[in-house]
């Protein structure tokens, strides 16, 4: 007889009672094209067929999504193709609750419409008290562009030519800002760009200064940069693209702008990141004097780049809630990172598993050459592929691969990660 006649038929297969709940949970289309590939198998003959149902069942996806969670055991804390900044309990939370109907743009008391995401704003403003006035929009690229558009479209944005950076994927700051119908004008040398260079270069046709922190890398040597306060006598808006997100000075990074110190300073705007070192969601960020924020808010063009209900709620927890993993993770005690290393290591002796002394970053084009003392348990470099395809993302070097604890939850027991670990590689 042939084996392959014993396979069960589609329908038969999805009456089975788990199946019949993952498709309540998933949709019948992710659940039929498991049974589907798992019927394959057993037409293959590499299962029987009397496994099938088992089989489907056990490929079924977590959720209907295909974007899968991962463990940075990378040590950099804001990676980028990890998705940046991981959300706080709080601001999971948050989001939940904000995945159904919300009043977003409702007023409860007067049963009419009301000012969206106030209270994110409220949030925000509280967070930064040097900004008059605030607004979020999707990113920072956003921010940008939406300046560009409502303050120097068809007029030119002075900018130094040591800050004319490339953001990431290809995306270069110059293209952007002219892709606004914006023309820049450059100042000053790679290098070096003084206040008289901006001062020279303002005219009538300036819409404003823009000054922009190049996060990605930075120039040593011979060099020298005008800072936001040397250019606020120019007669043009001042904007501050300070990249990273910081709201206020951290201590840890000296040499990283924050929007307090830039408006104190006399920036007149100030835009940033809200999934970098703030912690949040993907955010641009807004702060700055009231006229100007508020005929940014009022463009046309804000209505394309405004953030979603989901965003909203995520950001004000972010802001209002505990400290975001990624500011943990940036005040980690280098002590107790080692401390979690050596209990992971201990837990996989049979895996020629070694603790390391570890350089920790923060990432995300923040902070360039700042390095984080850490530490890592070191694996045999031909463990990376079968971990990343287990969701655990550690970095080569060396021929080994590193698994550094600084950005690892600390609420992932190390015990609980040896048996992932284990799982994956098999017991030795």
């Given at each position: 007889m042939d084996t392959r006649r014993r396979v069960p038929r589609t329908d038969a297969v999805l009456a089975d009672s788990r199946l019949v709940e993952a498709a309540g949970r998933l949709g019948r289309g992710i659940v039929k094209a498991a049974v589907n590939r798992a019927q394959e198998r057993a037409r293959a003959g590499e299962i029987?067929?009397?496994d099938v149902v088992d089989a489907a069942v056990a490929e079924l996806p977590a959720t209907a999504a295909t974007l899968r969670p991962v463990i940075n055991a990378t040590g950099v804390l804001l990676h980028t193709n990890l998705g940046r900044a991981p959300l706080s309990e709080a601001a999971r939370v948050a989001l939940a609750e904000a995945a159904g109907c919300t009043d977003v743009e409702f007023d409860l008391?007067?049963?009419?419409?009301?000012?969206?995401g106030r209270g994110t704003l409220a949030a925000l403003a509280a967070a930064c008290p040097a900004a008059e006035a605030v607004h979020v929009v999707n990113n920072n690229a956003a921010a940008l562009v939406l300046v560009a558009t409502a303050l120097a479209q068809g007029r030119e944005?002075?900018?130094s030519r040591g800050e004319m950076v490339e953001i990431g994927d290809g995306f270069r700051l110059p293209e952007l800002l002219a892709s606004t119908g914006a023309r820049?004008?450059?100042?000053?040398?790679?290098?070096?760009?003084?206040a008289a260079d901006y001062a020279e270069a303002v005219?009538?046709?300036t819409g404003f200064v823009l000054k922009v922190h190049p996060s990605n890398f930075r120039i040593e040597g011979f060099t020298a940069e005008a800072p936001v306060r040397s250019l606020t006598g120019l007669g043009v808006p001042v904007v501050a693209d300070i990249g990273s997100g910081l709201l206020a000075p951290e201590p840890l990074?000296?040499?990283e702008p924050d929007a307090a110190t830039a408006l104190t300073e006399g920036a007149d705007l100030v835009t940033a990141s809200g999934d970098k070192l703030l912690g949040g969601p993907q955010a641009g960020l807004l702060l700055g004097r009231s006229a100007l924020v508020e005929r940014l808010r009022r463009h046309p063009l804000a209505r394309a780049l405004r953030v979603d209900k989901l965003t909203l709620a995520a950001l004000e927890a972010s802001l209002r809630g505990p400290e975001p993993p990624a500011v943990r993770a940036l005040h980690a005690d280098p002590v107790i990172v080692r401390e979690r290393a050596g209990l992971l290591a201990k837990?996989?002796?049979g895996h020629d598993a070694r603790v390391v002394?570890?350089?920790a970053r923060v990432g995300g084009g923040g902070a360039p050459g700042v390095e984080l003392p850490s530490a890592a348990v070191s694996l045999p470099g031909d463990c990376a592929v079968p971990l990343r395809h287990a969701g655990i993302v550690g970095r080569v070097e060396d021929g080994r691969v590193l698994l550094d604890l600084r950005a690892v939850p600390t609420e992932l027991d190390p015990a609980d990660l040896a048996a992932r670990v284990r799982d994956v590689l098999g017991e030795r």
């Open positions: 029987p067929a009397e008391e007067t049963g009419g419409r009301g000012r969206r944005i002075v900018i820049l004008r450059e100042v000053g040398t790679t290098n070096r760009t003084t005219g009538p046709d990074l000296p040499a837990e996989l002796t002394d570890s350089v």
